[in-house]
């Protein structure tokens, strides 16, 4: 049974950092194409961030500059290091696989 856990949520002001973790089990994230997606209050979901299973990277145009997507095969994890948030970054985060598997989110919140 595949299990993506999200951490590393929470309150934050603007400009600061978060650096949002998430736990794989069941599959290789290595071997999978893995994605960032957020929902913000009122809105649809929106792709932020993947990395392929070669490591390649790419981003939404909105956070392109201050979010790094990363992957840590030893551990079965994918990272995503925000910097420099704004408000507009307030949204739940989730984890994805490119399986089609999805994780419960983590909400990140930018505010003052």
């Known amino acids: 049974q595949v299990q993506l856990v999200e951490s590393g949520g929470g309150l934050v002001q603007p400009g600061g950092s978060l650096r949002l973790s998430c736990a794989a089990s069941?599959?290789?994230?290595?071997?999978?194409?893995m994605d960032w997606y957020r929902q913000a209050p009122g809105k649809g979901r929106e792709l932020v961030a993947v990395?392929?299973?070669?490591?390649?990277?790419n981003y939404a145009d909105s956070v392109k500059g201050r979010f790094t997507i990363s992957r840590d095969n030893a551990q079965n994890t994918v990272s995503l290091q925000m910097n420099s948030l704004k408000p507009e970054d307030t949204a739940v985060y989730y984890c994805?696989?490119?399986?089609?598997?999805w994780g419960k989110g983590t909400l990140v919140t930018v505010s003052s």
């Open positions: 994805h696989s490119s399986s089609g598997d």
């Open positions: 990395i392929t299973s070669g490591g390649s990277t």
């Open positions: 069941g599959i290789t994230v290595r071997f999978r194409a």
